[in-house]
């Protein structure tokens, strides 16, 4: 996962950073329950809630099963071409079951846990610990130049750099379009790197998914009434039996996994 930690560096942390500052705190993405109760209907009880989240969970589940039903996935992380497919066919469950991608999901974390924070260092702060807790590297060195030019600006104006500060914060965000310029980081570029990173995903999914089909078969093989039995090769398998046989436990797994994972603030 080193390339798609890079890939998240490169790609999401200064824009986010400049995003949000640009915006005051960044318009907040969709929650888990996409659309907010009307201010008019009453309150729902402990028990309804609970109702709804597992109904809303149940559909999203039921949907993205009946994509992978439907699709051919190769299991070989090896093969370029199986990896694309898989990360496409993972895209279309993601929108039809309206589940995060992982690059929308560290972007909503980001948005959440910064909404409100009054000054420019503690955003900052902030960040570094969403991307330490994350697992992300900053193989750029990007958070030391955000925070030099945040110092310099503050030693001008000696006082905190407050995110209301549009004048200031114009200098600052000046100063990061420098830092974008300094390290070879272009907007233009940013879809393509997102893709990239997409792919880098697809591929561990595809080696994890892997390696828990091949433990589970090698289970199978060491009983009995298997002892005459050759192990299959992993690729000639097809998911969508998996789905409709005992391994379905593990393709849920892998599922929930994958396409809705809580990211750490």
Do not use: W
């Amino acid at each position: 996962m080193a390339l798609a930690a890079r890939l998240v560096s490169r790609s999401r942390q200064l824009y986010s950073v400049q995003a949000a500052f640009g915006n005051g705190g960044g318009t907040q993405v969709r929650s888990f329950a996409k659309d907010a109760a009307p201010a008019d209907r009453p309150p729902v009880s402990g028990d309804d809630l609970l109702k709804g989240i597992f109904f809303e969970v149940k559909k999203k589940f039921e949907t993205a099963l009946g994509v992978l039903k439907k699709e051919k996935i190769t299991i070989d992380p090896d093969d370029p071409a199986a990896v694309s497919r898989y990360a496409q066919v993972m895209k279309t469950v993601r929108e039809k079951a309206d589940l995060f991608s992982d690059s929308q999901r560290i972007k909503y974390t980001i948005e959440t846990f910064t909404k409100g924070i009054p000054d420019a260092r503690t955003y900052l702060n902030t960040l570094q610990q969403i991307r330490i807790k994350n697992g992300l590297i900053d193989h750029l060195g990007i958070e030391p130049l955000m925070m030099e030019a945040l110092e310099k600006i503050e030693e001008d104006i000696k006082k905190p750099l407050l995110r209301s500060d549009k004048k200031n914060m114009a200098t600052l965000l000046a100063e990061f379009d420098k830092i974008n310029k300094k390290l070879g980081i272009r907007k233009e570029d940013l879809p393509k790197i997102e893709e990239e990173f997409e792919l880098e995903i697809a591929k561990s999914e595809l080696t994890e998914l892997k390696k828990e089909c091949v433990e589970a078969m090698e289970t199978q093989l060491k009983r009995e009434e298997f002892q005459d039995e050759e192990m299959p090769d992993v690729r000639k398998l097809d998911i969508r039996n998996f789905l409709r046989g005992s391994c379905r436990g593990l393709i849920n797994d892998n599922l929930c996994g994958i396409a809705n994972r809580p990211a750490h603030p």
